[in-house]
Structures are given as structure tokens and as C-alpha cells.
């Protein structure tokens, strides 16, 4: 009735604008999941043989978690039963470029990022941003690879880390997401395709920003891909990742595993903004995304910082943590979650203080139009051993419109009575107010909306590199359109 | 013709009349003043002037600069050069006044298809206002109204008046949280505003601040009826009398209705 609401609606209503399809010749492998899969996909890859045998092991784990429990179900989220016997475990494109230069890339797939607004051609970076792009399966293209090399960084596709340092993989690779962790985990360990992998040597600091892009194309397939970051002493980066999908009726599974190890002093930030395909407005399609990220703070004044922009996905699972072990290591998390239309998140973090004097800090804010339900979801648990830790939680929640939903479950568990713990927690309603103020000074209804969203997120879009906290801001006025209701 | 003129206007929310025909034509470069009793509608009628949905308009025309500004929206309002001072502002957190300010003024410019201005040359006319009205500059940096003081908030609307430079301007009650020196400020800054080209309707309950701004006309609303018009002399003989007199006025004027 009012245009304050119909605004908001507009804004919901708003297309998926990176929906399209690249049309390009694909291997891929038969639907289904069994030893052979498993074995033609380290065979693609030419892997070691280890690889094979922690493959083989997890999906054993994996089909024993499957006649069993199945997938974890105490997520506040719904969705009809997967079939995992449905979906190809391996898709790439045919046209394998070599690595050496990008004009031997499939002109298709250079197009796609283009449309994308990833530009691949080295020349035409953002200064300072190393792209690694992956594209359904495999990883296409990784530019400024020279450069960082000089600096002894190395940073590539997963697949190639493990033909060139084998060694580096077979000592983190499921270091701190073991392939028993969780259903999903363990998927990925047996399948995942391919991923980036970052080493920066002790005391380096990376001297450019880090980005991997991840693309889903084909259809029925789904994306499993693992990354692994490795901070020696002393070392920092920064890395990002961005996500996109073509709009499709049926849902796609994308269950990822990242691995971060920070080392003594090494500090990693690691930044997510993920708009995988959420779906259309009544709720059909999107991507379920189920993913497990984890960051071992194993030195002494480490640090591991997430943050992440979650405005995609049909369905969001997912809990970027933190394994604070070294004395005086600190966790971060910085989180916005938008739920839209018919979208569900479930997402939080887990912060376990395991050695002296770690400190953690967590901000989370939640936004839920339309008929999107948003769960934030949080352990923060001191050990026995960590004397002096100190948490600060802050959970924040809006609603804008009245059919859509808000929860918050944080669980502390303190074993150490010096601990000190902080917790603020706030739920609030876009206001009529708010609205009719920003519009008086002239501003059309769904600008209000963002303004009154992006200050809501403010605290967290701080956190991201400069660039992508613009783009972030875009995204998520993009992500709300037709929710001004 | 008259910058604004309204025509038997009624007004309702949640099913209650609160506007009940009220007439008014406002000229460009005069001030005039509304004053009257708590719950009469003076609010109701600053707000439905700025399109303010939650009220239903059942009766009446109001032209603003020759359009049918009771068919605008809100903002189609405001970039026609409507502004409102809020009794109440409101807090926006996490937007910083500056970029709300330049978001605003960009608003109304691309409305009126003119180019948008970027935040430095945005800043020096910014920075004369401020001081205009005696406004601390780190003002700009905090989020919008959050954490400001009562007068503070006061003294950001008519910063943003300022700012904005409106055709029109309806201060609701700008002078409610002042102290005696910050009354003086901001009457100054709203007295630098008057123009040939602007008119300003002010919203009262004090004599005090039309000290300070003498309107050209002094309006007074019982009941959603204006049931008085004069000069400022009929703001002086009100703090003298109160509104008892003029009430009683309305109700038998009411009943002969
Ligand atoms: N949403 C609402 N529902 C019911 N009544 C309302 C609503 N909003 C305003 N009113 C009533 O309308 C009447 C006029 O209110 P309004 O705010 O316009 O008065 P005012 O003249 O500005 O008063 P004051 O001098 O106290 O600011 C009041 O009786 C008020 O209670
Ligand atoms: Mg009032």
C-alpha cells in the first residue's frame, strides 16, 4: 500500500546479474560417486599417490557418514533431500590453458570474468591484486604469478601446488579441516577439484593483494573446491575470494574446505564475498552452499581475520573459525549475512581459546528481507589452559519487512574462570521513520534502504580491502532490490 | 500565485481526524509561524505536506509551486525544494552526516538533471554552514543524529536547510531543546536564509523564538482548524491569553458548522 513498501519490493525484485552461461566444450565426469570417480579424478590431475590414498580415505569415511547420519542436521535450515548420485564430480573446461601465458585461454572463459568484472589480462588488474580464477573445477587462470614468485610467495592452483611442492601439501593438507570433520568436509576431501594455495615464506610480507574467483558454469555439477593458506613466521597476506553462478532452476551443491595456518607473529586476513546464485524470487534454484573454513593461529602472536559478505546462496552453511593455540593469538570475525527473497543462512563462527592471553572478537550482523530466514550461530569456548583470554561478540540483527526472520544462538563454554567475555546482541526493524526522514532530504526509497543497510554494516565492510568494501556495498543494494515492502 | 496553498485539508491516521479543513496560502519570501495547542495538529500537518504516507488524505488540494504536491512522494517532494525540520529527528547509524549530506544534496541535483558534486567540492560550502551555525566540525564525521545531544539535533536540521536550500522550509518545533544561546544561533541561521525566493513556515510554541525570527503572518491551529490569523502581534496577545480563548472560539464555530 504505501511506496516506502512498494520500494522495498522493487528492490527485491531485482535481477541476478551474473546469471548468464558460457557456452564452452566441457570434460566432465559421469554422475555419481564411487571409488572410480574418485580415482579418475586424481588420474586427471596425475596426482602423487598419497593424494589418491587421502581420497580414497575420506570418501570411505564419507559413505560410512552416509549410511549413518548423514548430513548434519542441526542447522536452522530446510531444504528437500540431496542426491549425491545425481551430481558430475568433475567438470572442466576442455581447452586446458597452459598456465605460461592467458592469451591460450578459452576466449569463452575470458569473456565470462570480463562480464564479470574480473579482468584477467595482467595489465589491466587492479594494482596490486593477484587473481586466481577458478572455473567449475579447475583453476583457469592465475596472473602475477612472476611478480609474487620474486618475493617467494607462492601462489597457484591447488592442483599445481601439488605437482611442484608435494611436500607443503602432504604437511597442512587436512591439518586443521582433518577429512573426518563433517559430512560435507569429507565430501570435499574425497572430490575437491581444484582451489588455490598460497605459501608465504617467513618473515614476507606479501606484496600484493591475494584474489581467487570462483565461477560455477556447467550445469548438474558441483563445486568442490579446497584452498589451503600457509603464513610462516613473520608473514601476512591478504587474501579474497569472490563467487558467482548462472542462474538455474535446480539447486547445485558447492561444499569448499579453506585451510589457514598462521604461524609465529604471521598474521592472514582472509575476505569473502560470495553472491552465488541465491535463487530466483519465489525460491527455485541457487546454489547450497556448504562450506567449512577454519584458521590455526598455531604461533605466538598470530592473528587469522575473517570477514565475509554472504549475499548469495540459496542456502548458506557456514562457520569461518578460529583455532587460537599460540599464546597471544588473536581471531577475528567480521560478518554480513543477506537473506532475500526465500534465501537461508546459517552462519557464525567458532572461536576456541586454547592458549594464554588469546583474545577474540566477533561482529556479526544479519539481514533478513523478503521471507529470508538468517541464523547467526556462535561457540566461543575457553580451555582449560588459556588464562587471560578475552572474547568480545557482537551480534546484530535487522528485519526489513515483516515475513522474513532473525535468530541468534551463541554458546560459551569457559573452563578458565580468568577469562573475560562481552557479548552485545540488538534486533531491529528498518524504521518507517528512518525511511521517511532519508527520503524528506530526497532520497528515493530503496537508496534510503541501503543507506539505512550499509550503515547497519558499516563496522564490517571496514574491514575489507578498500576495493572490495565499494563493491561490497553495491552487492548488497543489488541483493536487496524488491525488498523495500 | 502563491508558493503554497492549501485548500480544505483534511487529514486522517489510524482513523482519527486530525486535520479538519485547513486553509493556508504561503508566499515566496515570507515567514509565517503556526502556533497552537498540544495535539491540534501542527505535526500532522508539517507531515502530510511532506507526504509523510501513514496519514490519509480525505479531503482538499494542495498546490506547492503550482504542482499537486498531495500526488508527489516524499522525495519528488523534497527535490521540488520542500524541506522539514523534524520535531523529532532521526538517528541513522554507521552513515556519516557529511556523506548523508552530500547523498541528499546529489539527490535533489540529479532530480533536477543537474551533475552530482563529489566530496571535495562539496566540503567548503559544507564548512560555511557549519559555521553559520556555530557547529563543531567533527559534527560531520559521527553518524547521522546518533549519540547528538538535543540541541545538537536541532541545529543539524537547520544544517541541513542550510544546505539543502530549499523553496520552502517547515521548522516543526526547532526551537524545543534549545538553550538561550543556541536559540540565538540557530534563529540566525534561519533568519541568513530568508529570501525573496524562500518562504519558511515555523512551527511554535513560543513567542520567544519569533523574537528572533519575526514572521510576516502568525497562523494559529485548535482542533486541525486554523481558527486565527494575524501579524505577530497574535503571537504576543496568545502569550499573554493563552489558547483558552481562541478554543472556545473553535468550538462554537465547530458546532456551527
Ligand atoms: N499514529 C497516530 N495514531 C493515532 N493518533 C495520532 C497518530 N499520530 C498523531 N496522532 C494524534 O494526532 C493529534 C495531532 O498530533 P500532532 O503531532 O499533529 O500535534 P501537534 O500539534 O504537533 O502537537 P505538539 O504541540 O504536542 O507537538 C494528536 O492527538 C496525536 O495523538
Ligand atoms: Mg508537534
Redesign the pocket.
Known sequence: MSSNTDAIRELAQQDYKWGFVTPIDEDRAPKGLNEEIIRLISAKKSEPDFMLEWRLQAYRHWETLAKSDGEPKWANIHYPPIDYQAISYYSAPKKRPTLKSLDELDPEILRTYEKLGIPLAEQKLLAGVAVDAVFDSVSVATTFQEKLAEAGVIFCSFSEAIQTHPDLVRKYLGSVVPYTDNFFATLNSAVFSDGSFVYVPKGVRCPLELSTYFRINAAETGQFERTLIIADQGAYVSYLEGCTAPIRDQNQLHAAVVELIALDDAQIKYSTVQNWYPGDKNGKGGIYNFVTKRGACRGRNSKISWTQVETGSAITWKYPSCILQGEHSVGEFYSVALTNHYQQADTGTKMLHIGRNTRSTIVSKGISAGHGQNTYRGQVAIMKGATGARNYTQCDSLLIGDQCGAHTFPYIEVKNSTARMEHEASTSKIGEDQLFYLRQRGLKAEDAVSMIVNGFCKRVFRELPMEFAVEAQKLLSVSLEGSVG | MSLLEIKDLHAR??G?E?LKGVNLALDSGEVHSIM?P???????LAQVLARRE?YEITAGQVLFAGKDLLALKPEEAACEGLFLAF?YPVEIPGISNAYFLRSAVNAIRKYRGEDEVDAIDFLPKLRERLKLLDMDEKLLNRSVNEAFSGGEKKRNEILQMAVLEPRLAILD?TDSGLDIDALKVVAQGVNAMRSPDRAILVVT?YQRLLDYIVPDYVHVLVDGRIVRSGGPELALQLEEQGYAALESAAASSGSAA
Open positions: 491516521v489510524d482519527n486530525i497552537g498540544n495535539g491540534s495538529g501542527k505535526s500532522t501513514t520535531q518545533e510554541h
